[in-house]
């Protein structure tokens, strides 16, 4: 036998083995939803919901994909909605376990999208908010090529990030903020794979757009190939009457094509015969099939075509970034095929019968890897599958704690910023050799000088692929920012973009498990544009990414700058956000003691990320008798003056507002003896704490004494407390609650204006003056 047809038969058999692969996981995925929802008992009544047309869709490109052209150094971010694909594929690896399947959806089952921390199946990366998942693949491309850069890496161990997506996930914005950014990063070794149904939720999809795809992404640098018509309609374009059926294809509304496939064979050969039958051939050509034969003809498009998926994959084989569009049908294979409202759809307890039927699987057998597929097929499957490279995937790696210095130094000064003594710290760091130094990687969106990273990126450069010089130090103009650009650099400069700019912060804080090496990432935005990027945020501490998040300048004390710029509700977010350990210091020795305690926390197995909200308001630096205030700034709040035993009142302070506090004290003492001054440095750790004491008797724990509750325990049952800070008054009023004192909250609860910080501390009641008033309320009579 000649090489050639060896190959050609190799090729041949892998093709049957992928069909038949195709076919068990649109299986699979739809029994597993319809399990869920029609088997199982539902206790609450409710459905429980699943997207079987959406996994049918996909199974062609994730059989081909994964147990043809995956590599075990790739990694996949798979489309949300074909979750139940994904769980099946590793269900035939042998990962994957009937129990967690027939709990789909369910407390302890398989998820309903891809997720790295509650899915027992290997995850690259958690999926769910439609978008970011892909988005993410093009900013672990980057980490990865930063590894290589730093010798952490071999270039030839680098994989390809690859993003399985619906076609309605190109609507979502950040996807083209990702391009722009990849382009000028000159992303590499990214696949794009786009499950092009031409249906979302509501409807079909717009006809023009797909033409619009490939000019955005090829002017970005991108390679786009489509993947329009399977082998069978390739093959009837060639024959007499194709070539009349072929331009009919393409102008084809969409909505008309799903129409049609969902109708079958006997509505398409009328409205083709219709439309076309009097063209040469059309009719001879249209004849020679009966109707089941022409309704698979006419929905054999490129992305449920074993050959054409594989022929494709095979040519992608450079590190160019490459969009690759396959056209399908959404509920392809399954009665509900084409229906417009099959996104949410499912089939019925006779249809998913009728399928089980056509597919030899007896009753019973459902659950079976290979009902109904014979002996020799289910033997030559199994060996497929074993000897398949996705079978030797990398899983996640352990990698090894970075040495952290025993005390990071404290910045001399005065009068300091927190936001300077960041910057500082940062800055001293960049001038030792040690291993935390070399670990840091920074990142902001545009804003590097303006919160305190310029200092750092003097130090230690702007990290590209390729050298780019500074013309203004070339050419010898005087500048404060000194950034080379190589490829030691340790700063990642973005765009403006912050969904960007917190999906490489979670590139970045997953890199010890997706590459083995840990690094620390440190990431400044200026604090109120944390909500614009907050969906990304969440998306990144959902996957327990680690990162230290500086949200800075902050508050009205960014007097000058207008509401605009004024956060008001981000200590709240910081409290809310699960895997987010929220600090607001208020002293540059805070800072010091919160960014050491964040570099554990980045590496600690029940760690988490940290987030710090710092101001460019610089303050009198307290002096310190001895270090007992730090353990309990790291609880979340200490005593800066401590009460005396059963005072009636005290102030609570938070952040850059502790000069009026202090100020108030003093003025407060002599007719108040023993008030007391708490620095609250942590209002998230303090409520988390406090809310698990609650908790542990109905979790059957003991009962246990917070840290607050400690701390207010020391005053008078019946005192009363001022809270105070530069942002939403509900992040400290909740301590009321802790021993049902009264409460006078203090902070801003609209939005800002300009001026200076003496007259918009006057008008939001954040001065000496009103916390003085404050505490006076608390002692008139109700």
């Not at 009937?98 to 891809?114: I, N, W």
């Not at 680690?546 to 700058?561: K, N, Q």
Request: aromatic share 8%; net charge negative; charged share 25%.
């Amino acid at each position: 036998m000649s090489t050639s047809t060896e190959n050609t038969a190799h090729l041949t058999e892998r093709t049957a083995l992928l069909e038949a692969l195709d076919e068990r996981l649109r299986w699979l995925s739809a029994w597993t939803v319809h399990n869920a929802n029609n088997i199982r008992e539902k206790r609450d009544g409710l459905k429980v919901g699943g997207h079987q047309a959406s996994c049918s869709s996909m199974t062609a490109i994730m059989a081909a994909l994964y147990f043809h052209a995956l590599r075990p150094q790739d990694k996949v971010a798979v489309k949300p909605h074909a979750s139940p694909v994904l769980h099946a594929i590793h269900y035939l690896l042998g990962e994957q376990t009937r129990e967690k399947l027939e709990s789909f959806r369910g407390l302890g089952g398989a998820q309903s999208y891809p997720s790295r921390t509650k899915d027992t199946i290997p995850v690259d990366f958690s999926t769910g908010s439609v978008g970011l998942g892909v988005a993410i693949t093009a900013f672990s491309s980057l980490v990865q090529d930063y590894l290589i850069a730093h010798g952490q890496m071999r270039d030839e161990d680098a994989g390809r990030m690859i993003a399985l997506m619906g076609d309605a996930e190109l609507d979502e914005g950040n996807i083209y903020e990702c391009l722009i950014e990849g382009y000028k990063h000159d992303l590499r070794n990214c696949w794009w794979i786009v499950d092009y149904n031409r249906q979302s939720l509501d409807a079909t999809t717009a006809d023009r757009m797909f033409r619009r795809f490939d000019d955005i992404f090829e002017t970005c640098g991108w390679r786009v190939i489509t993947l329009k018509h399977g082998k069978l309609l390739r093959e009837a374009f060639a024959r007499p009457g194709g070539r009349a059926l072929e331009e009919w294809i393409e102008n084809c509304p969409n909505a008309d094509f799903a129409a049609l496939t969902y109708l079958g064979g006997e509505a398409w050969r009328e409205r083709l015969m219709k439309d076309i039958g009097r063209k040469r051939g059309v009719a001879a050509l249209l004849a020679s099939y009966d109707d089941p034969a022409l309704a698979r003809l006419m929905t054999n498009l490129g992305g449920h075509c074993i050959d054409t998926l594989i022929e494709a994959f095979d040519r992608m084989d450079d590190e160019r970034p490459t969009l690759l569009i396959a056209y399908t049908v959404k509920g392809y294979g399954l009665p509900l095929a084409g229906h417009k409202d099959n996104h949410s759809g499912m089939m019925s307890t006779a249809q998913i019968e009728g399928l089980r039927a056509d597919l030899g699987i007896g009753e019973g057998q459902e659950w079976d890897k290979w009902a109904g597929l014979g002996e020799n097929l289910a033997g030559a499957l199994e060996a497929f599958i074993a000897d398949s490279p996705i079978a030797g995937k990398r899983r996640e790696h352990r990698a090894p704690a970075i040495k952290l210095p025993e005390h990071l130094p404290v910045p001399k000064g005065e009068s300091l910023s927190t936001q300077a003594a960041f910057g500082k710290i940062l800055h001293d760091l960049a001038k030792t050799d040690s291993e935390l130094a070399d670990r840091i990687v920074t990142t902001a969106p545009d804003v590097t000088q303006t919160t305190n990273l310029g200092a750092f990126v003097n130090q230690r450069g702007l990290f590209r692929r390729q050298e780019l010089a500074d013309v203004f130090q070339r050419s010898k103009i005087p500048s404060a920012q000194k950034w080379s650009a190589h490829g030691a650099g340790q700063h990642i400069e973005l765009g403006i973009a912050e969904n960007n700019f917190f999906l490489l912060l979670a590139s970045l804080g997953l890199s010890a498990q997706h590459f083995g090496t840990r690094l620390m990432p440190v990431g400044t935005v200026y604090d109120p544009f944390i909500a614009r990027g907050l969906d990304a945020l969440n998306y990144g501490c959902y996957q327990d990414a680690r990162f230290l998040l500086v949200g800075t300048p902050s508050g009205i004390t960014l007097a000058g700058e207008g509401g605009a710029h004024q956060s008001i509700n981000t200590p709240l977010i910081g409290m809310g956000q699960p895997n987010l350990d929220s600090f607001e210091p208020a002293f540059a020795d805070e800072v010091v003691l919160m960014m050491r305690h964040a570099f554990e926390r980045l590496q600690a197995e029940d760690g988490a990320s940290v987030y710090l909200r710092l101001t460019t308001r610089s303050i009198a630096q307290e002096e310190r008798q001895d270090a007992l205030w730090e353990e309990g700034a790291l609880k979340g709040a200490y005593w800066l003056r401590k009460p005396a035993a059963g005072a009636d009142a005290a102030i609570v302070y938070c952040g850059a507002v502790a000069p009026e506090a202090l100020e108030a004290w003093e003025t407060l003492r002599d007719d108040l003896p023993g008030i007391g001054l708490l620095g609250v440095t942590s209002p998230d750790l303090l409520h988390r704490d406090w809310s698990a004491a609650r908790a542990a008797r109905w979790n059957g724990g003991k009962r246990s004494v917070s840290h607050v509750e400690r701390l207010l325990g020391q005053l008078a049952p019946g005192a009363g407390l001022v809270t105070v800070l530069d942002g939403s008054p509900a992040a400290l009023s909740w301590l009321g609650a802790v021993r049902g004192q009264r409460v006078s909250p203090l902070g801003v609860d609209r939005f800002g204006q300009t001026g200076d910080l003496i007259d918009l501390q006057r008008t939001y009641r954040l001065d000496a003056e009103a916390i003085i008033d404050a505490v006076a309320e608390l002692f008139l009579p109700d």
